[in-house]
């Protein structure tokens, strides 16, 4: 038998009374009018209401049809039926199934398409199911890898904040590189920028970005050298400036103490005064100044607490590729909480940058940074080391003795030597250069003062020489 699409929704007849509840599975439509074609399989005289449940109750029966009191029942397949509205003796009734899943307990099986249904679903149940079941494994894999990465990151984070070296609020700010990331990143320290009392600084290329970094690896260390790490990582891992140079994160393996820099192109000051062959122009010299000098002032009043860099000088100024100065090498830096006269820590000066009265006191105040700038910028305006044994007289050798006589004398422009540059920025650098200098620490400007006096926004006193 072909079917358009409707099939019956409960029980076949070889299942007939296989089920205690079968009767739950149907529920009675009775049709006024509708008369069935066909052959029954059964004709009985009852009444109307034993009709009804008889052919309920017998699951080989489809329909039931009364008509002047004789009960027909019909089985599949019901050949034809007709409405006629005028017959009010017949009346048909026709079995409709509830859910039968749900009240007869069982699944029933249709014809024809059925097996097709079962076949599509359980395509679709395959593929779902691998399909959530990938995406668990998934899920499952990723969970794993974030507990592990976490574990490392958590025992990372007790082991900084089990380090005296560190201290919490600064440190947490910047990457933990691991050895064999920095010993890949330089391939083996194998291209040092310069070398220091403490290490050396190698360039390396960190993964992240193909960035290009500076590697300072402290070597054989000491007490001082422990100190240098400790200061160096505190101050400048809380410190945040366009004139500073930027810490990008440290390697705290073992005996290993290494700190990661941004890569400087144009090296450091030293190297472009001293050593190339061709000096600065004027007005580069005048800005890269005033940027040591901002550099110096955001240390001293713009911190949490006022930092004393203790060493400047041309080596630990570095210059980037726009031609920006940037402090560097905070080894020796000391902090001064709020209303703090001095530290009383001891200090390894660098001769030439160290102010008088560190010979005679322990005392470090920030007047020793604002003396050391002074010889750095006397040896800007000169583009030459305050100590140099070749030159043509005697009193060129220490730079700010020559400097304060060419003053004295008015002849600024031996300084220069052929250079053109604009006197009055030329007399005013040097002023506040010797100002800086001067062996009472307490005529020195404060770097506030400095910036305004190089900017030209404030008058700078008269020099109370000797």
């Known amino acids: 038998m072909k079917f358009q699409g409707c099939y019956r929704g409960f029980m076949y007849e070889e299942s007939c009374g296989s089920s205690k509840d079968s009767t739950l599975a149907y529920n009675v439509m009775a049709i006024q009018h509708l008369k069935l074609g066909g052959y029954p399989f059964s004709q009985v005289s009852m009444v109307e209401q034993d009709c009804g449940n008889s052919w309920l109750e017998d699951c080989t029966c489809w329909a039931a049809q009364y008509v002047n009191g004789v009960c027909r029942k019909f089985k599949l397949p019901l050949i034809y039926s007709t409405l006629n509205r005028t017959d009010e003796s017949v009346k048909t009734f026709v079995k409709q199934s509830y859910n039968i899943s749900q009240r007869a307990g ?75 990331e920095l010993e890949k990143a330089t391939e083996h320290f194998k291209e040092e920028i310069s070398h220091g009392s403490f290490g050396s600084i190698y360039k390396g290329i960190i993964s992240e970005g193909n960035r290009t970094v500076a590697v300072k690896r402290l070597e054989k260390i000491g007490d001082e050298g422990e100190r240098e790490f400790k200061a160096e990582i505190t101050a400048i891992g809380q410190a945040r400036h366009k004139n500073l140079v930027h810490l990008l994160g440290f390697c705290l393996e073992g005996s290993e103490k290494i700190l990661v820099y941004e890569y400087m192109s144009n090296g450091s000051l030293a190297d472009i005064l001293f050593d190339s062959e061709t000096r600065p122009s004027w007005e580069q010299r005048m800005r890269l100044a005033l940027d040591i000098s901002s550099g110096i002032l955001y240390l001293h009043e713009k911190c949490e607490t006022c930092i004393i860099h203790c060493n400047i000088k041309p080596h630990n100024i570095l210059v980037d590729d726009s031609w920006t100065a940037k402090i560097s090498d905070f080894g020796l830096a000391k902090f001064l909480v709020p209303d703090q006269v ?100 307490d005529l020195r400007p404060s770097m506030r003062n400095v910036v305004l006096m190089l900017e030209g926004t404030m008058d700078i006193p008269f020099l109370a020489w000797y």
């Open 342 to 441: 001095g530290n009383q820590l001891q200090l390894k000066v660098t001769r030439g940058y160290s102010a008088p009265e560190l010979q005679n006191s322990a005392l470090i105040f920030d007047k020793v940074d604002v003396y050391s700038y002074g010889v750095m910028l006397l040896e800007i305006i000169c583009c030459r080391s305050n100590m140099d044994v070749n030159v043509s007289t005697e009193d060129e050798i220490f730079l700010p003795t020559w400097v304060h006589k060419c003053y004295i004398e008015n002849d600024l422009n031996k300084l220069v030597g052929d250079e053109e540059v604009d006197v009055k920025s030329l007399e005013r650098m040097v002023k506040v250069g010797l100002l800086c200098i001067h062996d009472n620490p």
């Open 106 to 180: 069982h699944t029933i099986p249709y014809p024809g398409k059925k097996g097709n249904i079962n076949k599509s679903q359980k395509e679709i149940i395959l593929i779902l199911s691998l399909v959530l079941g990938s995406v668990a494994f998934l899920f499952t894999v990723v969970a794993i890898c974030s507990y592990i990465f976490y574990r490392s990151r958590a025992n990372q984070y007790q082991k900084l904040s089990e380090n005296p070296y560190l201290r919490p609020n600064e440190e947490f700010t910047l990457r933990s590189f691991s050895y064999s």
